[in-house]
């Protein structure tokens, strides 16, 4: 079986494209004093097959990760809803929790209000998520 050296050759490209990408991001931040902090920047690599290229800006590489944050929704390198579930639902209970032990009156007049303006936020942002 002969390899397919057009693929090959794709890969590195690829690679050298994104690698020319970083090195015009570094040399703009340098001309606008502008600078990155190495422990910040992160690579999430998404999509099936992908060769999970490792980049570096300037001599330091960068690390990779397995989700990130962004506009408040958890995107992880499978692309799962599961991670951005979980957290939403961990923190409705820790405001239901707060709320709960920081309230003296628990009668439904007083709850209610408190847990449809405080905890269903954020059960609700995720709920598409859960049910699409």
């Known amino acids: 079986m ?19 990408d970083l090195d015009r991001l570094k040399k703009w931040s340098d001309r606008n004093l ?19 290229y490792q980049c570096r800006l300037e001599v330091h590489w960068i690390k990779r990760s397995l989700a990130e944050k962004d506009l408040r929704v958890l995107v992880g390198n499978k692309l799962n809803v599961n991670q951005q579930c979980d957290l ?29 303006s405080l905890v269903r936020p954020h059960l609700e942002s995720c709920i598409q998520f859960w049910a699409p």
Not at 36 to 45: A, N, P
């Open 2 to 20: 002969t390899p397919n050296w057009e693929g090959v050759v794709n890969v590195l490209e690829r690679r050298a494209i994104i690698q020319r």
């Open 34 to 52: 502008m600078k990155f902090s190495k422990d910040e920047y992160q690579v999430l690599h998404l999509g099936w097959n992908n060769p999970m």
């Open 88 to 116: 939403a639902a961990k923190e409705a209970n820790s405001v239901l929790g707060c709320t709960s032990n920081s309230v003296a009156n628990r009668s439904g007049e007083v709850i209610l209000p408190l847990y449809s």
